[in-house]
């Protein structure tokens, strides 16, 4: 219904503003991400509208980026708009889809209020998801890390030191950036060992 407000800044804090625009308030919750980013008097945000039976509730966003993994977690079973929020003020939304795509719960369950099965819950109903919306960039680092991650695990099954084997991988990686396999990674940083 409402998807971006443009307007003058009246009221800022790290959890919610007041935009003016065309005479009125807006007030619109935001995360500590969006508070961050909001540097000037004339603000554009993105915005989403929970309309809940007992109320109507705007939640602003610095990027559309944002809003579109601010959608995605709402959509898993458990987590509604707050609990959103909370997860978007506690990382950034590349860290987030970081998280997800390879498969950190841990990292997921530092959020206050989200706890194993949740973590879990969003990991596998966002996994696939996330990447659609998102620069190509990004979606790259996100694979690269992923590769990086797995073969520094191969490797430690393997009773080489952590230490060691990532400073192998990083060298693999910056001589060889097109490395597209686990198994190419692996070997060639056997090679080097």
Do not use: W
């Not at 841990?106 to 879990?120: D, F, S």
């Not at 690269?144 to 080489?160: H, P, Q, R, V």
Request: aromatic content about 6%.
């Amino acid at each position: 219904m409402i998807t971006q407000i443009t307007g003058k800044l009246l009221e800022k804090t790290p959890t919610y503003v007041v935009i003016e625009c065309n005479g009125m308030g807006y007030h619109i919750n935001i995360s500590l991400q969006t508070f961050s980013a909001i540097n000037s008097e004339l603000c554009r945000l993105y915005t989403h509208l929970s309309v809940k039976e007992d109320s109507h509730t705007l939640y602003g966003f610095f990027d559309a980026a944002e809003r579109h993994l601010f959608r995605n977690l709402i959509s898993v079973s458990g987590v509604g708009p707050s609990t959103a929020q909370v997860i978007l003020s506690t990382y950034n939304a590349s860290e987030i889809v970081t998280y997800i795509s390879t498969a950190d719960v841990a990292a997921i369950q530092h959020v206050k209020g989200i706890g194993a099965k949740t973590a879990q819950r969003i990991i596998i109903d966002l996994k696939d998801k996330v990447a659609k919306g998102l620069p190509k960039s990004d979606i790259l680092f996100n694979i690269d890390n992923t590769i990086k991650t797995e073969a520094l695990s191969a490797l430690l099954a393997l009773g080489f030191s952590k230490k060691a084997s990532e400073q192998k991988i990083d060298k693999v990686m910056k001589l060889n950036p097109d490395v597209e396999s686990v198994e190419e990674l692996v070997k060639t940083a056997l090679s080097q060992m």
